[in-house]
């Protein structure tokens, strides 16, 4: 690596980040000095909004207004008003998405209600791969309900499925977590429906930062994560969206107060509400959504395809960097566009690396076995924090920092 | 009425406050001037602790540690931590409790396991009166495993349990959130061990304000909401409780990856953890958490027997002022120790009365049919709020202004 190819690649930085400029949101967070956050895909940074938000919700909302909040501030109706929010980032209608519960309990409703409306297939495929929270719940769910779950990559999903008449369910992610791959929804949706089989997508990597297309790609069910590229905080509330044309058939296995039709009539039996209504259960956790929808205010005025357009710039240009700047490791993420908004590196000291980089002030995640792993939020990451981001990436592997024994030890849990 | 009624009561509320002034925790909460809160059993109000706990869990972990949080913070073991404040509020002991999810979906966990753990019985015990989402959760899991589900009320659990041998499980609500009645956890949690059956019980209006003796009473599973009497916040996270003896066989129906062994191994094969984790599901909602975490400290100090002590002196102190100022209304709760910490009236025009009562700044709830329900959250009230809040009632019916058109319009939905 030369002066040259850095002062090339810093004016190439200043020109991206000029291209860009109208999807800059870094003012609208709150990220603290001397961090270049590269784990946006874990959990997104502070926005001011958020944090206003929060501070809203539990000093006037629930301190003020008491119980009178429900009313007053909306309370009761924010998992429909946020889900649509959300909608508008997955190319959903509105109505089709609610917030409230985890993503796990979400997906567990999703692939639950899905594999009840085709009650004579026997089999669930799902990505051994995927993140593991998706395999447990498709192996529960199909256990409980006696049907065979069947691991088969999304790479070979389309194949499995054509010319099948067994698949109840393909669920897949849209966004490999750990390598950056970005599936084909739409093809496998159509796989999917040609074998009479239905689709269910976790979006947790793909939400906000690629254009999802759910109602173009046709998908019956999708969940995710509020807390990655959102950035609606630590254990934020999951998204649960369900097509249009399933909401009326939809049996939401966990029978709860909050998806009653007359909830405050207090009937005791159960009367599912109309639309995406009945796929809540418990009283939502206001708190979480508050933040959350703080925090999708930094999409007003953008649209998610500039979004995506930038995310392609950020990761394209990180591995650029790493060519550039004769960083010779392996990248797992796709150099095309079949890549989400992360690009992951192979190592065999990638947990050593990960904590180099940390105490250099570059935050990125390990991901078991080998993976350096390394997420580009798009709204509050420039190409010059790229750029930087790489110049450490190289000075923590060609000074071998790694093998430093304070970075060995594996004492924490993300 | 005399006006030496009046001076009477207001010397007792003067001396029972002084009795019991170990027990008030009025600085250690915000509420509003102007206002006597009487639905602390819907929403706890906030206290100073919790507002700070949700401040720092917001500007200061998650905008400045970000992802490290997790450790710096303890945010990955915060569902057992807290779990662990409140089952010393339940007399269960260390590692029995976790939190996390909505009441709901506690539940669904708690009665899918105990049913698990008796696969020969085929009937579920549960009260029609109780709050319907106890109704719809039972109804649902035994609809999934093939259970019948029979609808017994508490008073009359015991005998349908003597010499029966075809109880799964019986799951009761502790009070009933209505009336304010309180059950008797111990005998029908023995009716049902002697019947081989399992006891799952929901403390949502006595964790924080009755002793509930957890492990004393045999309980095999309960579970209970974060944002009524325990202040929480909204929609704070729920607690469940698994009784030690059933830890080892217990088998959470929604397998996350929160309740997997080893979560960061990201192995497809679930391997629940040991211990009360194996219940845990999805990441949790850190925020949510954080302000019930703090909430709790409002607690630190207190024994509940003496929490309990002043309950039911404001409970039976109010019931004292209804009669000494001469409101004939029919009390519903029952007037000896049989009761939780609230005082439900009955009257035709309930939901008006409730109306009026809030416009003069006393906040209770109403409850259908013809309930007007008052909570009274010992931590922040004392004996001078429970007779003003009196007065104002015998002012609202004797002036008959839930008369008033104002007050008569249903658009609120709590």
């Known amino acids: 690596m030369s002066d040259d190819a850095l002062t090339e690649l810093t004016r190439r930085a200043q020109n991206l980040d000029a291209e860009h400029a109208g999807t800059d949101r870094r003012d609208a967070f709150e990220l603290p000095d001397g961090v270049i956050y590269l784990d946006g895909n874990s959990l997104g940074a502070l926005s001011v909004a958020a944090r206003e938000a929060t501070r809203d919700a539990v000093e006037r909302q629930w301190g003020k207004q008491l119980i009178r909040a429900w009313n007053e501030s909306a309370w009761w109706t924010a998992p429909e008003r946020v889900g649509d929010r959300i909608a508008a980032l997955l190319g959903a209608p509105g109505g089709s998405v609610v917030v409230g519960d985890s993503t796990t309990v979400s997906l567990y409703k999703a692939v639950h209600a899905a594999a009840r409306l085709r009650p004579n297939r026997r089999v669930v495929l799902t990505d051994p791969d995927s993140f593991p929270t998706d395999v447990h719940v498709t192996r529960g769910v199909c256990e409980q309900l006696g049907l065979t779950l069947e691991l088969v990559s999304p790479g070979e999903a389309v194949t499995r499925l054509q010319g099948s008449n067994d698949v109840a369910?393909?669920?897949?992610?849209?966004?490999?977590?750990?390598?950056?791959e970005l599936w084909d929804l739409a093809a496998i949706t159509a796989a999917a429906h040609d074998a009479g089989a239905l689709a269910c997508w976790d979006l947790c990597h793909s939400a906000g930062v690629v254009e999802v297309g759910l109602a173009d790609g046709g998908a019956d069910f999708a969940v995710g994560c509020g807390y990655k590229y959102l950035s609606g905080g630590p254990g934020a509330p999951a998204f649960l969206y369900v097509a249009p044309e399933h909401l009326s058939e939809f049996t939401n296995p966990i029978l709860g107060w909050n998806g009653h039709a007359t909830p405050f009539a207090m009937s005791p039996d159960h009367v599912p509400a109309e639309g995406i209504t009945r796929a809540r259960v418990g009283t939502p956790p206001v708190l979480?959504?508050?933040?959350?929808?703080g925090a999708l205010t930094a999409y007003d005025?953008?649209?998610?395809?500039?979004?995506?357009?930038?995310?392609?710039?950020?990761?394209?240009?990180?591995?650029?960097?790493?060519?550039g700047l004769g960083i010779d490791l392996p990248v797992v993420t796709p150099r095309d566009d079949?890549?989400?908004?992360?690009?992951?590196?192979?190592?065999?000291?990638?947990?050593?690396?990960?904590?180099?980089?940390i105490a250099r002030g570059v935050i990125g995640d390990f991901r078991e076995p080998d993976i350096v792993r390394l997420g580009f939020a798009p709204l509050y990451l420039s190409h010059e924090d790229v750029l930087a981001a790489a110049v450490h990436v190289r000075d923590v592997i060609t000074g071998r920092e790694f093998e430093r024994e304070e970075f060995r030890s594996r004492a924490t849990v993300t």
């Open 338 to 357: 079949r890549r989400g908004s992360q690009v992951s590196l192979r190592h065999p000291d990638a947990y050593a690396v990960v904590q180099a980089l």
């Open 288 to 293: 979480g959504i508050a933040a959350l929808e």
């Open 169 to 180: 369910l393909a669920a897949y992610s849209h966004v490999d977590y750990r390598t950056g």
């Open 301 to 323: 005025g953008l649209s998610v395809s500039d979004v995506r357009r930038r995310s392609l710039s950020l990761t394209g240009f990180f591995v650029e960097c790493l060519d």
